[in-house]
Nanobody, 126 residues
Framework: QVQLVESGGGSVQSGGSLRLSCVAS????????LAWFRQAPGKEREGVAGLNSFGVTTYARPVKGRFTISLDSAKNTVYLQMNSLTPEDTAMYFCAAAGKPLRVYFLISQNEYGDWGQGTQVTVSP
């Protein structure tokens, strides 16, 4: 059974940085996709960044150039480095996994993911 556990959330001031981590246990597939999503209060969940087992990455337009997704395969951990944070980045951030390498157009499409973590809260103050 796949388990995804996020950590690293917290409260920062605008312009600050955070690095989120997501440890994937019970995941042994060599073909996969991993992604970060977020959901702000009163808003729908949206894709933030994703990567697949071919090394393809993609980012949502609001975070492109500020956020970086990466994977440490030895630790089964996917990271989301978030720089130049703004109050608009305030949300619950979720890690998700899929058992196949999604094409770039689908990497941050939540309907493609079947395994989800519980989320970690990120709050950015002005």
């Amino acid at each position: 059974q796949v388990q995804l556990v996020e950590s690293g959330g917290g409260s920062v001031q605008s312009g600050g940085s955070l690095r989120l981590s997501c440890v994937a246990s019970g995941y042994t597939r060599s073909a996969y996709s991993l992604a970060w999503f977020r959901q702000a209060p009163g808003k729908e969940r949206e894709g933030v960044a994703g990567l697949n087992s071919f090394g393809v990455t993609t980012y949502a337009r609001p975070v492109k150039g500020r956020f970086t997704i990466s994977l440490d395969s030895a630790k089964n951990t996917v990271y989301l480095q978030m720089n130049s944070l703004t109050p608009e980045d305030t949300a619950m951030y979720f890690c998700a996994a899929a058992g196949k390498p999604l094409r770039v157009y689908f990497l941050i499409s939540q309907n493609e993911y079947g395994d989800w973590g519980q989320g970690t809260q990120v709050t950015v103050s002005p």
